[in-house]
Structure formats: C-alpha cells, structure tokens
C-alpha cells in the first residue's frame, strides 16, 4: 500500500471522469491532413518536418529522384561526418574500447588525439563515483520497479548536489555534462541493485568503480555480483554503446532534450524529459518489447526455421490477437531508416557468432526471421506500398540477455549511451539555436459556447 490513508480512486468515479471525457473529446486523425496539421511532425511523404540544424550527426535513409520522389536506400549514420561503419570497423579490428572516442567526438566535434583520449577516459572515470550518500538516500530508500524511472530520478535528484545548476554557460553545461556520462552507469547499476533487493528479494551489492576501465568494463564490473568478465563481452557492450550514442536532433528523446533545452532550463531537467521519452515502447522502450514478443512467439512454438509459421505468427501481431495488443511488430521500421538500420546491422553480424556458442541460436534464428518477414508481412497487410526494416532494438536486447543482464536494464542502457548524444544537442541548443522551441495547434473544439451557471446545466 503505497498511500495507506489515500483511498484509490474506485471504479465507479473513473467511469465517471473517462465517460465524461469521452463524451466531449474527439478529434478525426483525417482532420490533420484535411487541414493540413504535420501530424508526428511529419511531411506527407512521412519524412520529418525541418526542425533545426545540426553538426553532431547525419541519419540517411533514403535520397529523392529529380520530382521530389523518395528514392530508399541502406542506411547510413554519421558521426561528424565519420561512417559508424568506419568507427566500428576500427574499434574491431584493434581490438578496443573506443565509445569514449566516440563522445569526445560527438561533444566536441573532431577525433581526439591520445593525449585527449587519455584526458578524456581519466576524466570520466574519475567521476563515475556517486556523491556521499547518494546511493543511500536517493536511491535505496526510493527504489523503482522501473530503471528508466529511477534514473530520471536520480538525474534530478543530481540538482541538489549541483551548487552551479542553473548556469547555462558552455563551460558549466560541459562540466555537468562530464558528471552525468560518467555518473549515468552508476546510477543505473544501484538503482537495480535496490530494484532487485526490493522487488526480487535477492542480494544487492553496490561494487565501487574501479580505476582503468572503460564505460562497458565499469558496467559489468558493478553490475556481476563477482566483479569477472571477459574482454569480448565488455568489447561486445562497448560496441553497443557505440552504436547507440547519438541519432540526430529529431529522434524523439533528443528531440524532447532540444525543447526543454530551448527554454534555458537546467541541465537536469531537460535530461531527466530524455530519459523519460527514450523508454517509451515506440522509442527505446522497443528493445524490452522485441525480447517479450520474442518469448511469446517461441513459447507459442512459432517455428524459426518455417517462413509460412513466423508469417502467421506476424499476422496475429499486426491484427492485435498476440503480442501486447498495441499491433506493432517491435524492432521493425524507422521514421528515416527505409532498407536498413546500419546499427541493426552490425549488431546482428557481431552477435551471431556468440548466441550459437551460448545456446541462443533459436532466439537469434527467430530476430532474423522477423527482420526478414516482417516488411512483407506488412506490405501484405496494410495494403500499402511502405519501407520497413530492422531497427537497432532488434538485436539489442538478445545482446544484452547473452550478456546475463536483466532485461530491465535493456533501455537503460540504451539511455546510458546516448546520453552523451543528449549533451551534445544540449549544448548545440543552447549555445546556437537560441529561440524557444513552439509549433502551433490548430483550434479544432467548439466554436462558441455560451458560459452556462451551474444551477443551468
Ligand atoms: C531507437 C528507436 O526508436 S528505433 C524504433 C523502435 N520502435 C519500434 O521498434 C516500435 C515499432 N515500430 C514503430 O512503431 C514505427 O515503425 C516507428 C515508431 C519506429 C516509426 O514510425 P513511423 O515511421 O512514423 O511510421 P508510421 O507510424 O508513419 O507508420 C506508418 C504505418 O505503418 C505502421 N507501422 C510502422 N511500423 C510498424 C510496426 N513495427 N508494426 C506494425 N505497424 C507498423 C503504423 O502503425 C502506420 O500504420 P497506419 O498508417 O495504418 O496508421
Ligand atoms: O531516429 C529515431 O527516430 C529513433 C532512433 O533510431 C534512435 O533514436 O536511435
């Protein structure tokens, strides 16, 4: 009992608060078009409305024939101006954490030398360590049954220990910046080690951060009980946080740190709104549906290896008769994306070779079905000629189950990557987009209506 002398509101005053709302709210979803409203704010061909201009990062997804026509084509994501491809072809072949190399580049715009690198690594590592008490009083004495909830929280809380908050100057948004990167891992391992105490009834340990580690080393090595992993698995985190680092301005979660940005809000706050739009199931939330949906088809016996038994399977999901209800197949199209997701690539190429060496063919066999039929499927369904592919939240989770984390800790890890990204438009927001971010609504309710007292209604 959460408000034990708060009585819940019962079914019969919601019946009676939801029936009223319902009587005098519609709204057409055709009326958008009629009046020409950029719903998701997005142009008539589904491409997103211009918003703003960037340097951080490019997402490609498809180029335009000479009318103006959408022409798709595989995905491409850049990091100032560096293909993921490149970066990740690099980190591979010298076998080698780079994701902090990857936020020095998207904070600060060029590739760091080693002594930058060395600074920078130092740097963050110095600070994944929590303010005294931190871990005690805000996190497990409020614990959550969510992670992204909790590390909201905690981002906020974080404003109480900050004596410079409010300041908006480059310097002061780099250093709280640098703080919430580096601090961001820690927050999510107490927080579920709190949840699983709580909510398990299991052990917690609250492992310090040990000195050298890179951000993925520092994951695993907080969150195992025994501290041990192996170098491929960080390397496999490490390539996850690469990948998942920065998506543009107009991903939703950047998106949603750019408007509170734009009112000059503090750091935390406009993080904290990030976090609290990453985990949205249309979002980042989609890698923990992916896993779900993943586990139902194969407890339903939906066969990996038979295309008409996978096709059924998606059919039901799209009708709404399995899966969550909502009709979405999780982990399968993209607002820019039209034949390919490169994340989704290279998560699916390096994750294969580990879910056949640690008994997760089957699940890595039915990813791939899904990736390969689901467009199909769609098509077919919808009636419609529509480009969909993979997305990265595809092969995420199945990564970070092979990994032996919890799923809980799926999209909070999604978080904890692009946080990095988060800052980076922060500080590309503030410093020069410099107008307060505010489209219109078009007025679509009663015309005119006479103000009636309350004795005449
Ligand atoms: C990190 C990320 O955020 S990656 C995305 C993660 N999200 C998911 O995997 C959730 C499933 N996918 C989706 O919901 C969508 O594809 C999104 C939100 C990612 C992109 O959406 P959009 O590009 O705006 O596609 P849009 O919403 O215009 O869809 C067009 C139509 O296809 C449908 N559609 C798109 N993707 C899917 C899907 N995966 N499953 C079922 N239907 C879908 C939409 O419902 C819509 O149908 P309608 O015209 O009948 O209403
Ligand atoms: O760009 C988008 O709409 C969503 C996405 O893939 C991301 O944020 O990584």
């Known amino acids: 009992m ?36 950029k719903r998701g704010l997005r142009n008539a061909d589904g491409t997103g409305v211009l918003a703003g201009l960037t340097n951080i990062c490019d997402v490609q997804g498809y180029t335009r024939d000479q009318d103006g026509n959408i022409v798709p084509q595989h995905g491409r994501l850049i990091y100032r101006g560096i293909d993921l491809n490149d970066i ?21 715009g ?19 360590e929590l303010p005294d008490g931190f871990a005690e009083m805000m996190i497990m004495s409020a614990p959550s049954p969510n992670i992204m909830n909790k590390m909201a929280r905690s981002v906020l809380a974080m404003y109480a220990y900050d004596k410079n908050a409010e300041d908006t100057s480059l310097e002061n948004i780099v250093r709280q910046s640098i703080n919430l990167i580096a601090e961001l891992p820690t927050m999510m391992v107490y927080a579920y080690q709190a949840f699983r105490h709580v909510y398990l009834h299991q052990s917690m340990y609250f492992h310090y951060p040990r000195s050298g580690q890179s951000t993925a080393e520092h994951i695993l090595s907080t969150y195992r009980a025994d501290q041990k992993f192996t170098h491929e698995e960080a390397r496999l985190l490490d390539l996850c946080l690469i990948c ?18 734009s009112t000059l809000t503090d750091t935390y706050s406009a993080i904290a709104a990030a976090i609290g739009a990453l985990k949205g199931p249309r979002h980042g939330g989609a890698n923990l549906r992916v896993m779900k949906q993943l586990d139902q088809l194969l407890a339903a016996d939906v066969d990996p290896n038979s295309d008409a038994s996978v096709k059924e399977a998606l059919k039901k999901i799209l009708h ?18 039209t034949l390919s997701d490169p994340r989704a690539q290279i998560l699916k190429k390096y994750s294969g070779h580990l879910a056949g060496i640690s008994g997760h063919q089957k699940e890595y066999d039915m990813l791939c079905m899904i990736e390969k039929l689901a467009p199909e499927v769609m098509q077919e369904e919808k009636g419609k000629s529509m480009h969909t592919c993979a997305n990265v939240d595809l092969y995420s989770g199945l990564i970070y189950r092979m990994l032996g984390i919890d799923e809980v800790l799926y999209t909070p890890i999604f978080a904890l990557a692009r946080v990095g990204g988060w800052c980076a438009h922060r500080m590309e927001e503030v410093e020069f987009a410099n107008r307060i971010i505010r489209p219109a609504y078009k007025y679509v309710g009663p015309v005119h209506q006479d103000y009636k007292s309350l004795d005449d209604r």
Not at 110 to 124: G, I
């Open 2 to 37: 959460i408000y034990p002398n708060t009585p819940a509101l019962t079914d019969e005053q919601l019946r009676i608060l939801c029936d009223a709302y319902r009587k005098a709210n519609f709204i057409d979803p055709e009326m958008s078009e009629k009046l020409g409203v």
């Open 88 to 108: 990740v072809n690099e980190a591979v072949r010298t076998d080698r954490f780079m994701f902090e190399e990857v936020l020095w580049l998207l904070l600060l």
């Open 110 to 128: 060029t590739l760091p030398d080693k002594k930058e690198l060395a600074f920078f690594q130092h740097l963050l590592e110095s600070h994944r």
């Open 244 to 261: 998942h680092a920065d998506h543009g301005g107009g991903n939703n979660s950047t998106f949603t740190d750019r408007v509170v940005s």
């Open 320 to 337: 709404r008769e399995a899966g969550d209800g909502s009709g979405l197949i999780y982990g399968i199209g993209h607002a820019v994306y």
